[in-house]
């Protein structure tokens, strides 16, 4: 603890296993070099490898009476410390790296804050910093590819509640929840504040702001700032969001590949909702789901708001000119073509019309197009004009270039591998539950990059399966799969995960079922008639599936099973039914479904989540009292998207 001292010097500090390494407050001038911060604690998450847990999401919003120290911790916290230097310092394996709140006026250089579950720097209320040759790479929690991005507000870099005038130069933010995370906060929204609007005035020159699971920079509410000659590469929502933002200026950034796990029409290289004066010039656009998308709605609650009425100017005097667009036929995107420019009234809000965007400048002359046959269109307007104009007289420089950091980790969010406390560093073995279904129990098993070592597993009380990865690249895990012992409805097991000297235990209780199966793609919607959904089952021939662990994905029923044969790979349904010979007790079934799922015991339906929704788990607890077979009954639909269905069944004392 550094507590009102001036001009501390800590350097070569060497610190492991606190929940805060340095705690500092109004010691200014404070000077932290080449320290070292390891094993801190940290938030133990429920996300899985096929289900998010919305208990997992960061709360950024409130930190004025320290509520970030209290809820998420820090390797460096300092507080009210204006002039403070942290340079060449390491953050490894905790929750937060560097968190500046009410200082101002700093240098942080040269650090390594990689591989957290929350922010690698965090700044409230901080201004006038020099933020420069550092790593916040990999600083994730809350994505697994192909089944769920959603970042759950970690970030790279996060800047809440005017954060002011800071220069973010040649940084690397990469493979984290946003790279940057910027708001303008409840002074930008709930307040009417004197001076600029939001987190302004800001400087994001020669970043890696790439493979995001969210946004490679968002900055909402904010205004005056500059995004210049970042890269922006693979973030699955979009590159840079920037909601209610005014003023700013994106210019000479490359984009290339982004959208490809977007929400909605949120997607693609540069997304803004109620934007006014913004400059979008001189950008590369590669192969994004669209390059540019302005667009408003009624937002009838933040519009009502005191601080967005006081600044808010509407949607107007946006320019998009000098950019390069370019459309491949082998782009990365599974479906779909690409938008180089996308304008879109969504909302019927009376105002919001043509005339309000007629100030968004397109020509063709002013800007440049690559499409191949097939790969995209060159403008999207919904509505509003999109109107020439000559080019401006000023340009906008920067003068020196600073040069974009060099990637020292693999490219792809495939990469980003989070288990239960936080993202793989690659280094270390890492031992992750995929699922447990009650028929059968998976685990991943990730050994170090460019190691050759083969995992050892021991189990007693069931059979086990170990599965080599199934292709070349360093991300893909070693899978165990546990089953019940032959001749066994209930299963008891431990053991042993080892590779080289590291061990992990794991254990479970498995019951062994044979499950009656019939699979089809449904005509009739079962949420408007399910009994006659129901009947389009009738002459489907059944299968028999020893689980029902059915991670469908995009794939659809074949693409997991092939013995349910059903290629389509949305509106598919299922009904399924097991006779189990459970003993007297108490018991527990447990569902993960996307979409609708209902589960019977003896006719009785004890689970029912019958509608459209996310991966979501339910569970229901029964009692088994006489000899003879339980009979539990499935049935399931998918409408659109991802889809997943898993049935397990357990004790439930």
Same mark, same amino acid.
């Given at each position: 603890?550094? %507590?009102?001292?001036?001009?501390?010097?800590?350097?070569?500090?060497?610190?492991?296993?606190?929940?805060?390494?340095?705690?500092?407050?109004?010691?200014?001038?404070?000077?932290?070099?080449?320290?070292?911060?390891?094993?801190?604690?940290?938030?133990?998450?429920?996300?899985?490898?096929?289900?998010?847990?919305?208990?997992?999401?960061?709360?950024?919003?409130?930190?004025?009476?320290?509520?970030?120290?209290?809820?998420?911790?820090?390797?460096?916290?300092?507080?009210?410390?204006?002039?403070?230097?942290?340079?060449?310092?390491?953050?490894?394996?905790?929750?937060?790296?560097?968190?500046?709140?009410?200082?101002?006026?700093?240098?942080?250089?040269?650090?390594?804050?990689?591989?957290?579950?929350?922010?690698?720097?965090?700044?409230?209320?901080?201004?006038?910093?020099?933020?420069?040759?550092?790593?916040?790479?990999?600083?994730?929690?809350?994505?697994?590819?192909?089944?769920?991005?959603?970042?759950?507000?970690?970030?790279?870099?996060?800047?809440?509640?005017?954060?002011?005038?800071?220069?973010?130069?040649?940084? /690397?933010?990469?493979?984290?929840?946003?790279?940057?995370?910027?708001?303008?906060?409840?002074?930008?929204?709930?307040?009417?504040?004197?001076?600029?609007?939001?987190?302004?005035?800001?400087?994001?020159?020669?970043?890696?702001?790439?493979?995001?699971?969210?946004?490679?920079?968002?900055?909402?509410?904010?205004?005056?700032?500059?995004?210049?000659?970042?890269?922006?590469?693979?973030?699955?929502?979009?590159?840079?969001?920037?909601?209610?933002?005014?003023?700013?200026?994106?210019?000479?950034?490359?984009?290339?590949?982004?959208?490809?796990?977007?929400?909605?029409?949120?997607?693609?290289?540069?997304?803004?909702?109620?934007?006014?004066?913004?400059?979008?010039? %001189?950008? %590369?656009?590669?192969?994004?789901?669209?390059?540019?998308?302005?667009?408003?709605?009624?937002?009838?609650?933040?519009?009502?708001?005191?601080?967005?009425?006081?600044?808010?100017?509407?949607?107007?005097?946006?320019?998009?000119?000098?950019?390069?667009?370019?459309?491949?036929?082998?782009? !990365?995107?599974?479906?779909?073509?690409?938008?180089?420019?996308?304008?879109?009234?969504?909302?019927?809000?009376?105002?919001?019309?043509?005339?309000? +965007?007629?100030?968004?400048?397109?020509?063709?002359?002013?800007?440049?197009?690559?499409?191949?046959?097939?790969?995209?269109?060159? +403008?999207?307007?919904?509505?509003?004009?999109?109107?020439?104009?000559?080019?401006?007289?000023?340009?906008?420089?920067?003068?020196?270039?600073?040069?974009?950091?060099?990637?020292?980790?693999?490219?792809?969010?495939?990469?980003?591998?989070?288990?239960?406390?936080?993202?793989?560093?690659?280094?270390?073995?890492?031992?992750?539950?995929?699922?447990?279904?009650?028929?059968?129990?998976?685990?991943?098993?990730?050994?170090?990059?460019?190691?050759? $070592?083969?995992?050892?597993?021991?189990?007693?009380?069931?059979?086990?399966?170990?599965?080599?990865?199934?292709?070349?690249?360093?991300?893909?895990?070693?899978?165990?799969?546990?089953?019940?012992?032959?001749?066994?409805?209930?299963?008891?097991?431990?053991?042993?995960?080892?590779?080289?000297?590291?061990?992990?235990?794991?254990?479970?209780?498995?019951?062994?079922?044979?499950?009656?199966?019939?699979?089809?793609?449904?005509?009739?919607?079962?949420?408007?008639?399910?009994?006659?959904?129901?009947?389009?089952?009738?002459?489907?021939?059944?299968?028999?599936?020893?689980?029902?662990?059915?991670?469908?994905?995009?794939?659809?029923?074949?693409?997991?099973?092939?013995?349910?044969? $059903?290629?389509?790979?949305?509106?598919?349904?299922?009904?399924?039914?097991?006779?189990?010979?459970?003993?007297?007790?108490?018991?527990?079934?447990?569902?993960? /479904?996307?979409?609708?799922? %209902?589960?019977? $015991?003896?006719? +009785?339906?004890?689970?029912?989540?019958?509608?459209?929704?996310? !991966?979501?788990?339910?569970?229901?607890?029964?009692?088994?009292?006489?000899?003879?077979?339980?009979?539990?009954?499935?049935?399931?639909?998918?409408?659109?998207?991802?889809?997943?269905?898993?049935?397990?069944?357990?004790?439930?004392?």
């Amino acid at each position: 603890m550094v %507590r009102g001292h001036t001009g501390v010097e800590i350097v070569g500090a060497r610190v492991r296993g606190y929940r805060v390494g340095l705690h500092a407050e109004d010691a200014g001038g404070l000077v932290v070099e080449r320290a070292s911060f390891r094993d801190l604690w940290r938030q133990r998450l429920g996300s899985t490898a096929t289900r998010e847990d919305p208990g997992d999401w960061l709360w950024p919003h409130r930190n004025d009476n320290d509520e970030w120290l209290e809820r998420y911790a820090a390797a460096v916290w300092i507080k009210n410390s204006d002039g403070v230097r942290v340079t060449g310092t390491e953050v490894r394996r905790g929750q937060n790296g560097i968190v500046l709140s009410g200082s101002d006026d700093g240098v942080v250089r040269g650090n390594d804050c990689s591989f957290l579950s929350g922010w690698g720097l965090a700044m409230w209320r901080a201004s006038g910093h020099e933020i420069t040759e550092n790593r916040f790479d990999f600083c994730v929690r809350g994505h697994v590819e192909g089944v769920y991005n959603r970042g759950q507000d970690s970030a790279g870099i996060l800047m809440f509640e005017a954060c002011r005038d800071n220069r973010v130069v040649s940084n /690397s933010a990469t493979h984290s929840g946003d790279g940057v995370f910027g708001f303008g906060g409840n002074d930008a929204i709930e307040t009417v504040q004197e001076g600029p609007w939001g987190n302004a005035n800001n400087r994001f020159i020669a970043n890696d702001l790439s493979f995001a699971p969210a946004h490679g920079l968002e900055m909402t509410f904010s205004e005056g700032n500059l995004i210049d000659f970042n890269l922006f590469e693979g973030n699955a929502i979009c590159g840079i969001w920037a909601g209610y933002s005014q003023d700013t200026r994106i210019l000479d950034n490359l984009f290339i590949a982004n959208g490809g796990m977007a929400y909605g029409r949120e997607r693609g290289g540069i997304n803004i909702e109620h934007g006014a004066g913004n400059t979008i010039s %001189r950008n %590369r656009f590669i192969n994004n789901k669209v390059g540019v998308r302005l667009w408003w709605d009624h937002d009838v609650g933040l519009l009502a708001k005191p601080g967005v009425v006081a600044r808010y100017r509407g949607v107007r005097d946006n320019e998009v000119w000098w950019n390069h667009f370019v459309m491949q036929a082998g782009h !990365p995107f599974a479906h779909g073509g690409m938008a180089g420019v996308e304008i879109e009234d969504i909302g019927d809000a009376p105002g919001y019309d043509g005339p309000r +965007v007629g100030s968004n400048l397109f020509e063709r002359s002013q800007n440049f197009w690559e499409i191949e046959e097939g790969a995209g269109i060159d +403008v999207a307007a919904a509505s509003g004009e999109l109107r020439p104009k000559e080019l401006p007289e000023v340009m906008f420089g920067r003068g020196f270039t600073p040069a974009r950091p060099e990637r020292i980790h693999p490219s792809g969010r495939e990469w980003i591998v989070v288990d239960a406390w936080g993202p793989w560093d690659f280094q270390t073995p890492l031992l992750r539950e995929h699922a447990r279904s009650g028929g059968a129990d998976r685990f991943e098993v990730y050994v170090p990059v460019g190691s050759d $070592v083969v995992p050892e597993v021991e189990i007693e009380g069931a059979a086990v399966v170990v599965e080599a990865p199934s292709g070349d690249e360093g991300w893909r895990p070693w899978v165990v799969t546990v089953t019940p012992e032959p001749g066994s409805v209930v299963s008891a097991y431990q053991g042993v995960v080892r590779v080289g000297d590291w061990s992990r235990r794991i254990d479970g209780r498995l019951v062994d079922a044979s499950w009656s199966v019939r699979a089809w793609a449904w005509e009739t919607d079962p949420l408007a008639d399910v009994d006659a959904w129901r009947a389009e089952a009738a002459g489907v021939e059944a299968v028999e599936l020893g689980h029902l662990d059915l991670p469908f994905g995009h794939g659809g029923p074949a693409g997991v099973e092939p013995l349910l044969g $059903v290629r389509a790979r949305d509106r598919f349904g299922l009904l399924a039914e097991a006779q189990i010979a459970l003993p007297a007790g108490r018991w527990r079934v447990r569902t993960l /479904s996307d979409d609708g799922v %209902r589960v019977f $015991v003896d006719g +009785v339906m004890v689970i029912e989540r019958w509608d459209i929704h996310g !991966p979501t788990e339910d569970a229901a607890e029964f009692e088994v009292t006489g000899d003879g077979p339980t009979r539990i009954g499935v049935e399931y639909f998918e409408n659109a998207g991802y889809a997943v269905l898993r049935v397990g069944i357990e004790a439930a004392e």
